[in-house]
């Protein structure tokens, strides 16, 4: 278990620096940066994300493992993204969707699950995404169809959203960041949070 925790973690912090690096080539007008700090909450992260992922997947298929490996180094990559440059690149989002959608066509398909989506994906687009950004949304939409793979519906995904704002709110209003009307008064990255809120749903889920 630990061999392969540490190795999965391994992958995903190579992962992640070798897919900014290509993404800082790419755009050069990035605003990335490798700070210590950063490394070492990457690093950090990484191995949170690896124990979940060992502990989630270690009964499944290897394609399926795989998968959610990838998945994992996607919700990294746009954490990290975002955190710096309060931006989700496409490039990272694609692979990340197509892998959930991938996952969920070879889970046993429920129609509720469908349905959920569907409903989830409405308020997104109509609702949610007019509080916060399309990038925002496209990363919970990710979470929610990865999370839809494991037969969970839209109570899972609201959970999920529910408690990406129960962080946000603790960790901005410890800094002071949360004015007199409840909004931040600086704003700030949300997708680190969502990556939280789905280490915490997928592992409560695991040990339920």
């Known amino acids: 278990m630990v061999a392969q925790v540490l190795g999965a973690g ?25 700070s210590a700090g950063t490394l070492r909450m990457l690093c950090l992260g990484s191995l949170i994300a690896a124990a ?22 996607f919700f990294l990559c746009c954490g990290v993204t975002d955190h710096q440059t309060c931006q989700v690149y496409d490039i990272f989002q694609y ?3 197509l892998l959930s959608a991938y996952l969920l066509w070879n889970s046993p398909h429920h129609l509720w699950v469908g349905v959920s989506l569907i409903l989830f994906a409405l308020l997104q687009y ?4 007019r509080m ?7 990363v919970l939409l990710t979470a929610a169809v990865a999370e839809a793979s494991l037969g969970y519906d839209i109570s899972v995904y609201l959970l999920h959203m529910i408690v990406a704002y129960l962080l946000l709110g603790l960790v901005q209003g410890i800094k002071g960041n949360i004015g007199r009307k409840g909004k931040l008064a600086r704003p700030v990255a949300f997708v680190p949070y969502i990556v939280v809120g789905f280490w915490i749903i997928v592992e409560i889920l695991t040990i339920l």
Request: charge should be negative; proline fraction near 2%; glycine fraction near 12%.
């Open 126 to 129: 109509f609702v949610f995404m």
């Open 95 to 97: 692979p990340g969707i």
């Open 10 to 34: 391994g992958i995903m912090v190579l992962s992640v620096f070798l897919a900014l690096r290509c993404l800082m080539i790419l755009d050069k007008d990035h605003g990335l940066s490798f």
């Open 52 to 73: 979940i992922w060992y502990q989630s997947t270690v009964e499944m298929e290897m394609g399926a493992r795989l998968a959610w490996l990838v998945i994992h180094i």
């Open 132 to 138: 916060y950004g399309k990038g925002d949304g496209m």
